[in-house]
């Protein structure tokens, strides 16, 4: 049983379209999160939420909009997508404000 | 604000040999420390971790680390590399947020190289 899971695994894309990347969890966890991983490997948190509210905003452009449904999900929209949004962006998830977070497999996004 | 610094980019070492990897934190509590491994195109796997209590923890794979407060540091270890521990490797310090959950600060990553 896959504890995080992304959609899709790799997406290409032309500049200036909008997609989005799902998330999910049956961990049961209260907070789920996005991170995005640029080319040079480094790791940097963009937003999470704790029962579908968000609670973690950091710098991000406005065109990046996370939404939860629910608990076990956390989906990223992303509009008028630019070449520097190409990256892997990973989902994950923690049960509380102290615990381990558990990282999906990521998202690999080309933006050409 | 919480910093994670990863002073080496690189590490190569021989099959069998010991390994260390150096992280230093700067946090103005007391941290939550992590250690993840990524395999080339995989996720990030939870290696280990110090929230409290003992000092040196061990985690999979036989790796352990040692918490320092006095040098703020967190050093991976392990007393022999197998050629399957190649991968990077990112620790991280944990900032509890105040509505839930937990804000991963990440350094820069190790990668690490083994020489059969």
């Known amino acids: 049983d896959t504890a995080v899971s992304q959609t899709p695994k790799y997406l290409v894309t032309q500049m200036g379209n909008d997609k989005s990347i799902k998330c999910e969890q049956n961990?049961?966890?209260?907070?789920m999160y996005w991170y995005k991983q640029d080319s040079k490997k480094f790791l940097k948190i963009m937003f999470s939420?704790?029962?579908?509210?968000?609670?973690i905003n950091e710098t991000v452009p406005n065109r990046f909009s996370p939404k939860s449904p629910d608990k076990a999900h956390l989906n990223l929209h992303i509009n008028s997508l630019e070449l520097g949004d190409s990256a892997v962006y990973f989902c994950?998830?923690?049960?509380?404000?102290?615990?381990?977070?558990?990282f999906g497999p990521g998202t690999r996004l080309t933006v050409l | 604000a919480q910093s994670v610094t990863q002073p080496d980019i690189h590490i190569t070492v021989s099959e069998g040999a010991s390994l260390e990897l150096r992280c230093n934190y700067s946090?103005?509590?007391?941290?939550?420390l992590f250690w993840y491994v990524q395999s080339p195109g995989q996720g990030l796997q939870l290696l280990l971790k110090?929230?409290?209590?003992?000092?040196l923890v061990q985690g999979i794979k036989g790796f352990e680390a040692e918490f320092k407060r006095s040098q703020s540091s967190f050093n991976l270890r392990k007393p022999s590399v197998h050629w399957s521990d190649a991968a990077e490797y990112f620790c991280?310090?944990?900032?509890?947020?105040?509505?839930?959950?937990?804000?991963?600060?990440f350094g820069t990553g190790t990668q690490l190289k083994v020489e059969l």
């Open positions: 946090y103005g509590a007391t941290p939550y």
């Open positions: 994950a998830s923690s049960p509380g404000r102290t615990d381990t977070q558990y």
């Open positions: 110090y929230f409290s209590g003992d000092t």
């Open positions: 961990l049961g966890h209260d907070t």
């Open positions: 939420y704790n029962n579908k509210e968000l609670i």
């Open positions: 991280a310090v944990g900032a509890p947020h105040t509505g839930g959950g937990n804000k991963l600060t």
